[in-house]
């Protein structure tokens, strides 16, 4: 069973991923080849953090705030500042909040307010970026070295830069390692290229240098099948799996969930004001925003679009092509209808996430996504969301 990350974005989304992953222990198919559950496999590459983030050097008493609730924030919301001061200064580096952080229209607020700095290191002039009072121009992939986890094999892969960066383009390090110096904050790696630290990294870590890796193409982390399918047993003392986990341990709100696995009804449920439930997912060749800029991808997604059941479509008088205003609480905007075969009913998917200036409003899909936070312990509900649908006007 391939569970990822969308899953797993609902107000009840760890008790379903736990939920889930109990099935396989029930039926026995962890055994099987191709059988059990899977969410992701980063954990299998043992590499030790300590030098590339600076572990001996984190101030627990600094506060550390959920980026999903940027919304909360922004708008000086005292829970989502966990009770401390305003946010009056950001620094933003390989996201674009004022596109995919849900309540859009508090974002957007937020960064408008006058008394907030913000400098965004970007590759492109994203609708994030036109907040900046700074914009400093970031690399790209093929501008600087790396080294990359996976999420769809198993190799752990280092990379060079393969062409000379453009005009004033730094890598994340060196804008990370120039600020330090001018605010007086010592650590040695800021002082070490991002080869060194990768070096390092890895051989400490107990994994091919990185030379090594590069010239070998990738460093293979594959378990086995016996690990991997827990036949040795799973990581408890007695081995045995947990079916009844201890949510009080992950988060300040797991005393309220289920004991055992079972439906954990605290999502946003469709009502008859709002009778469909939103996906917003990634666009094919979108991912989130990361390609909502290039020309390529844009051609290929066309517009923003609902893809609704049929049925629906046709109880609604609705054809394809056709201008449909969706919306809520929080928001609305306007988007156009494409039946889908297949697709589940009181369900409508708008794939993305589009630019805000790609809709007829001037706001995105993200208006209707609330930034309430997931149990146990906070994260983001994108995909836990009711609405309602009429023909726009």
Not at 57 to 84: C, F, H, W, Y
Not at 150 to 174: D, I, L, M
Not at 288 to 302: A, G
């Amino acid at each position: 069973i391939r569970c990822h990350h969308g899953f797993s974005r609902s107000r009840n989304g760890a008790a379903n991923m736990h939920a889930v992953t109990c099935l396989p222990a029930v039926t026995g198919a962890w055994k099987y080849k191709g059988g059990g559950a899977l969410y992701g496999h980063t954990g299998m590459y043992p590499i030790k953090k300590t030098l590339i983030e600076g572990l001996e050097m984190v101030d627990t008493s600094i506060r550390e705030l959920d980026q999903s609730r940027m919304g909360p924030i922004l708008t000086n919301d005292p829970e989502a500042l966990k009770n401390g001061p305003p946010v009056t200064g950001l620094l933003i580096q390989n996201t674009n909040p004022a596109m995919v952080c849900p309540e859009l229209e508090k974002v957007h607020k937020g960064f408008a307010r006058e008394d907030l700095f913000t400098c965004v290191h970007e590759q492109f002039l994203t609708e994030t970026a036109a907040f900046a009072d700074i914009v400093l121009p970031a690399t790209m992939f093929l501008e600087h070295d790396d080294f990359y986890t996976a999420s769809g094999h198993t190799f752990f892969q280092v990379t060079k830069a393969v062409v000379e960066a453009p005009g004033e383009c730094r890598e994340n390090h060196y804008v990370i390692s120039e600020l330090a110096k001018r605010l007086g904050a010592e650590h040695r790696g800021f002082d070490m290229s991002v080869w060194d630290i990768m070096d390092e990294t890895l051989k400490v870590s107990g994994m091919w240098d990185a030379e090594t890796n590069w010239a070998k193409g990738g460093q293979d982390f594959h378990l086995g099948f016996e690990t991997s399918h827990f036949l040795d047993g799973f990581a408890w003392p007695d081995k045995k799996f947990r079916f009844k986990p201890d949510w009080k341990a992950y988060g300040p709100r797991g005393a309220e969930m289920p004991v055992l696995p079972d439906h954990f009804d605290v999502i946003d449920n469709a009502t008859t004001d709002k009778p469909f439930r939103l996906v917003a997912a990634p666009a094919r060749t979108f991912l989130n925003s990361t390609f909502t800029e290039t020309p390529s991808s844009q051609k290929r997604e066309v517009r923003p679009t609902a893809l609704m059941n049929p049925d629906d479509c046709t109880a609604m008088g609705i054809v394809e092509g056709e201008r449909l205003e969706i919306g809520n609480e929080r928001g609305k905007t306007i988007v156009n209808a494409k039946p889908k075969k297949g697709q589940q009913k009181g369900v409508v998917v708008v794939e993305g996430i589009w630019p805000n200036r790609n809709f007829e409003t001037g706001i995105g899909i993200n208006a209707l996504t609330s930034a309430d936070p997931g149990w146990p312990n906070g994260g983001a509900v994108f995909h836990d969301t009711a609405v309602w649908i009429r023909k726009a006007q």
